[in-house]
């Protein structure tokens, strides 16, 4: 039979699955904001990982 005792080893890779994922560059991105900039006249995308929390900004042209 089998006798398997569950073997719980911590994984820290699992754990920080999403982070590791934002390290290298694969953040999850969703739309915030959508604030139109007077000053340069466009559109600006703001977003935010929903993992890190880690935002950026994309501006639009504004026939975009
Ligand atoms: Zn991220």
Redesign the pocket.
């Known amino acids: 039979m089998s006798n398997v005792v569950p073997f719980r080893k911590p994984r820290p890779s699992q754990r920080h699955r999403?982070?590791t994922?934002?390290?290298r560059g694969?953040?999850?991105?969703e739309v915030v904001d959508q604030p139109f900039d007077v000053k340069s006249g466009r559109l600006v995308t703001r977003y935010r990982?929903?993992?890190?929390?880690?935002e950026k900004n994309e501006a639009r042209g504004p026939s975009d």
């Open positions: 999403g982070n994922l934002c390290r694969f953040h999850k991105w990982c929903r993992r890190c929390g880690a």
